[in-house]
């Protein structure tokens, strides 16, 4: 009989709970390979899951001591936001870590019109694989998404100019936009958005621009129940609201990277959930 190679819900769950426990790596492998497990499978899937949450003690390069925090890269002292284009407003602000809840960030129009760009294009999401640097479909991201590249499509231009101005960052610098959708049941367990300099999957696409320095989430829609923005280490759940966003920033100067930016989207109970994210590099994004 051929061994499992993917993670059914169940084990998926037992998985995490395994790990919030703590057992021991090899008695998780043990028990996956006496449920017919493939052995290879098991033990990449573990030290994936190992290398998304807590960095390993020798991780220690980028993130030595507590996390220094200077003057924040957005511009979100005051009350309002101006850009080229719209006026921003600041909802909430929280200091440490640096994260920001923003008002008016798109109309209700330019929301309709990402997600009828993105509908068509859909496709499982992936994570990038810490150990392998593999794009693959695992179960604790759960949405579908699509990127839409900037091309002479004017309205991602004009779209990505104005976050651009938002977040205080060169165009050149963001990836491109990407649009989620989650339905019933999807979500995005907690992660962070940069990339552990430790990690062997992510030489690659740190070449590519450097490391992430930070995040805006921008919602769609209005989520009828649930689906929020979750920072389990503050204690924060942003409600989505469409046309709103969520900034946060999660790299300083010297390099440190921000563990207490460590976030998910809670499952959706009732209706869906679009957003559209746009991480930003130190460097220009190629």
């Not at 043990?30 to 960095?55: F, I, K, N, T």
């Not at 969520?246 to 976030?263: I, P, S, W």
Request: glycine residues 6%; charged residues 25%.
């Amino acid at each position: 009989m051929s061994k499992y190679t993917s993670m059914s819900p169940e084990w998926d769950r037992w998985l995490e709970a395994s790990l919030d426990k703590r057992c021991r790596t090899q008695d998780i492998v043990a028990a996956m390979l006496a449920a017919d497990y493939d052995e290879g499978y098991a033990r990449q899937v573990v030290a994936e899951r190992l290398a998304l949450r807590e960095p390993a003690a020798a991780d220690v390069a980028a993130t030595a001591g507590p996390y220094l925090y200077g003057e924040p890269r957005i511009r979100h002292r005051g009350n309002v936001i101006r850009t080229s284009d719209r006026t921003v407003r600041v909802a909430l602000r929280i200091e440490q870590p640096v994260v920001a809840v923003l008002d008016n960030v798109l109309s209700d129009e330019e929301c309709d019109a990402v997600v009828a760009m993105a509908r068509t294009e859909l496709q499982p999401s992936a994570t990038l694989s810490p150990v392998t640097g593999e794009n693959q479909v695992r179960d604790h991201r759960t949405s579908q998404g699509a990127f839409l590249r900037n091309g002479d499509d004017p309205l991602l231009q004009r779209l990505n100019r104005r976050i651009a101005e938002i977040m205080n960052q060169p165009v050149e610098h963001g990836e491109a936009l990407h649009v989620l959708h989650y339905q019933v049941g999807a979500e995005y367990k907690q992660h962070q958005d940069f990339f552990h300099p430790e990690n062997p999957g992510f030489a690659a696409t740190l070449q590519r621009g450097g490391q992430r320095v930070a995040t805006l989430i921008i919602y769609l829609n209005d989520v009828e129940e649930a689906g929020d923005t979750v920072f389990p280490k503050i204690g924060v759940s942003i409600v989505p609201k469409k046309g709103s966003a969520v900034y946060f920033e999660y790299m300083n100067d010297a390099g440190q990277l921000d563990e207490a930016c460590l976030h998910g989207g809670a499952p959706v109970v009732t209706g869906e959930k679009w957003v559209a994210t746009k991480w930003v590099r130190q460097g220009v994004f190629k």
